[in-house]
């Protein structure tokens, strides 16, 4: 769980500016990402990128949890495959289904 938390809390962190610039909507702080996944409003991030690593291979770059326009919640995702194409997805906070998928 400390794990979950320090890495939730550092992507909230290093991705907060970015997120708002791109117009990504209200980023959860990282205290209300915790509580999000505590109370079972969300996935956990680490299952997501268990996930993306069996489906893609490769790792995350970078994530946020945003407030969707319609209410409820989802996770932006950076990713680097397996084989080095970089994308980015939209995950579903509620379900951990992806929900759209950009990149090569």
């Known amino acids: 769980m400390?794990?979950?938390f320090a890495s939730l809390a550092a992507m909230a962190l290093l991705s907060a500016g970015p997120a708002i610039a791109q117009g990504w909507g209200?980023?959860?702080s990282p205290g209300?990402?915790?509580d999000a996944v505590r109370d079972?409003?969300?996935v956990p991030l680490s299952k997501i990128f268990q996930m993306l690593k069996r489906e893609?291979?490769?790792y995350q770059l970078g994530?946020?949890?945003v407030s969707k326009?319609?209410?409820g919640a989802e996770y932006h995702i950076d990713w680097m495959t397996g084989d080095g194409r970089k994308m980015r997805f939209?995950?579903?906070a509620q379900s951990g289904s992806i929900t759209a998928r950009r990149g090569a």
Do not use: H
């Open 40 to 42: 079972g409003k969300t």
């Open 69 to 71: 326009q319609g209410g």
């Open 63 to 65: 994530a946020d949890l």
């Open 26 to 28: 209200d980023s959860f």
């Open 56 to 58: 893609y291979g490769g």
């Open 90 to 92: 939209v995950v579903d």
């Open 2 to 4: 400390k794990r979950i």
């Open 32 to 34: 209300q990402a915790r």
